[in-house]
């Protein structure tokens, strides 16, 4: 089995962590890893190819986060016989080298996006983690701490295209002085 590098990483801990993807050639079902480097401690690549982790399922559209130095994956589940379609998106934090599922997005959520194909996109800070579908101007929200979905406000912005996406988060800086 042969795998390739991909753009998704994420810096948590000290560590570096990378999704690769399978080129073929062994299960069907696993076609993503995890890979960590520890940036710290300048280990050798033996030790590199010893933090070789195993998603926890046939995953689509595998995103990874730091969310309060917690490496959080936010992926599409394909279904059993056909790993492109997504069958629901769940939410998982890696705990040493094991994922616990923190949640998987209810049926009623995951509806209500429309049709969905293996593209959609998500991100966070903090504990608020967002996704979105490339092909529904709807945001969803879910937040860590209270583990609770919910539909952003409406966007008064309408996509002029079909692969728009929300892709951060506004703020308005401003100096607050206390006595």
């Not at 190819?49 to 399922?57: A, E, N, Y």
């Not at 583990?147 to 008064?156: D, R």
Request: charged residues 20%.
């Amino acid at each position: 089995m042969g795998w390739r590098g991909g753009d998704e990483s994420v810096i948590c801990n000290g560590v570096l962590y990378f999704l690769v993807y399978s080129t073929g050639g062994g299960h069907p079902e696993i076609r993503h890893a995890l890979v960590a480097y520890n940036i710290s401690d300048h280990s050798s690549q033996a030790s590199l190819r010893r933090s070789f982790i195993p998603v926890p399922c046939s995953l689509t559209c595998g995103r990874l986060m730091n969310l309060k130095e917690k490496l959080v994956m936010v992926g599409g589940i394909g279904k059993h016989d056909r790993p492109d379609i997504i069958k629901g998106i769940g939410i998982w934090v890696l705990h040493d080298t094991k994922w616990e599922e923190i949640v998987r997005m209810p049926n009623k959520y995951f509806q209500g996006f429309g049709e969905f194909d293996d593209v959609f996109a998500s991100g966070g800070i903090d504990d608020l983690i967002y996704i979105q579908s490339y092909g529904s101007p709807a945001l969803l929200t879910f937040d860590m701490s209270i583990k609770q979905w919910k539909w952003s406000q409406k966007c008064p912005v309408t996509k002029r295209f079909p692969l728009q996406l929300f892709t951060g988060f506004c703020f308005e800086p401003r100096l607050e002085i206390a006595p």
